[in-house]
């Protein structure tokens, strides 16, 4: 059980996951709060977070795949229950410039997840499991 949904008690009652979903969705929101983090804004966790989204978006198409890179390495190192993560970008419509990513993630438990991000203007990223799109 992550800490965050202790202290929110939106998904947990009497101290484990309702069900398998839960945890899945549980990982879904602390991702999302992971990479919508920036690096530098946490004196005390340092790495903490993404570098600026709004730089990356100045050296796209090759930022993408460093930017895939962090995000890989961010899951890896501050979600424990995620065990290895494979993160993939998806080509960028011309019309949009949307970055988006595919995600991964095998879990301690043994179970696959499938996720997708997509970064808004701003910066702001949407992660959702891939059977919301």
Do not use: C
Not at 22 to 46: F, K, Y
Not at 54 to 62: A, R
């Amino acid at each position: 059980m992550a800490l965050f949904d202790f202290l929110a008690n939106e998904i947990v009652q009497r101290g484990q996951f309702q069900n398998e979903h839960s945890e899945v969705e549980s990982i879904r929101l602390h991702i999302t709060h992971l990479l919508n983090a920036r690096r530098g804004v946490l004196q005390h966790i340092d790495n903490y977070g993404l570098p600026d989204v709004e730089d990356i978006y100045e050296g796209l198409p090759y930022s993408q795949h460093s930017l895939a890179t962090e995000v890989k390495l961010l899951i890896e190192k501050f979600e424990p229950r995620v065990k290895s993560v494979w993160v993939e970008p998806v080509d960028i419509n011309v019309e949009d410039y949307v970055i988006r990513f595919d995600i991964k993630a095998l879990l301690n438990s043994g179970q696959q997840i499938y996720l997708s991000s997509k970064f808004a203007s701003g910066g702001r990223a949407n992660v959702l499991s891939q059977r919301e799109e």
